[in-house]
């Protein structure tokens, strides 16, 4: 029942199967390892959810991080350095095989979002949990979800607009 | 006018396309691989920019060291100052430069 809420809690964050393979098998062995720690002020899907998203983002800054180093070889070595970010390649193999397509452009979008708003986004769209329980994973209050969710679908609707334009051109 | 529409539609047909998503699965073999980890802990890598001010840190301290080395082992060039003192060549009195 967890793994696949943690599984697919990292695929839709980190939008990698493999990648999201080893964040759930990571995220197993800190539940195991710190069982004992677990204070109960929360619930147990609660903690299991707040440990997979931290594993999420550190991999996420970990990515960046590569992202901006190769950057920096590419101004040194004189390459444009452009990165496409609407190169729709994430299918979500969840995602009914009619929609698969245009999915692709959900999932290219979501991937440009800043870590919170992603992380926000990802919990209540693809996971659908409530926004109370996404306000205790995250730490945060029920306005700063709020808030949170409507900036991400503010900014998606704006990048999936620029995306429309391109296609169209 | 009508683009707009068609981009609004576009961009809602987009939003609604993971409707009845059903939850990915993992591999078959994930228990597996999670007693391998726990039988077999990792070791601990250290993440990139720390190896990187490491790197300079080192660096830094050889550049330093190079530099004490360096004026340490400078030959000291004098200047004889002439005082009018017909002792002075016995006395000496000289200016030290370092270059």
């Known amino acids: ?169 | 006018m009508k683009n707009n529409i068609n981009k609004e539609k576009w961009i809602d047909e987009v939003f609604n396309s993971t409707q009845g998503l059903k939850r990915a699965q993992p591999g078959a073999d994930l228990y597996e691989k999670i007693a391998a980890k726990l039988s077999h802990p990792q070791p601990v890598s250290l993440p990139f920019p720390v190896k990187r001010w490491i790197a300079a840190a080192v660096l830094l301290l050889a550049v330093n060291m190079g530099s004490v080395i360096y004026f340490n082992g400078q030959e000291k060039k004098t200047v004889p100052v002439n005082t009018g003192n017909p002792l002075a060549s016995e006395i000496q009195t000289e200016t030290t430069y370092n270059y």
Not at chain 1, 41 to 59: A, F, G, M
Request: proline fraction near 3%.
């Open chain 1, 1 to 169: 029942m967890y793994r696949e809420k943690v599984f697919n809690t990292a695929i839709g964050m980190v939008q990698d199967h493999g990648m999201a393979e080893d964040i759930t098998q990571d995220t197993f062995v800190t539940v195991y390892k710190s069982i004992l720690s677990f204070n109960e002020k929360s619930s147990l899907s609660t903690w299991i959810y707040r440990i997979t998203v931290n594993k999420c983002l550190d991999h996420l800054r970990a990515k960046n991080r590569k992202k901006r180093m190769g950057l920096l070889g590419q101004l040194f070595n004189g390459d444009s350095g452009e990165i496409p970010n609407d190169k729709p390649d994430f299918e979500h193999p969840g995602v009914q095989l009619e929609r698969r397509e245009t999915s692709r452009y959900l999932f290219a979008a979501i991937e440009t979002l800043p870590d919170t708003q992603k992380t926000v986004f990802v919990l209540a769209h693809i996971e659908e949990l409530p926004q109370k329980d996404i306000a205790e994973i995250m730490n945060l209050s029920i306005k700063a979800v709020e808030s949170l969710l409507q900036r991400a679908k503010a900014n998606l609707r704006k990048k999936l607009g620029h995306i429309y334009d391109r296609r169209k051109m």
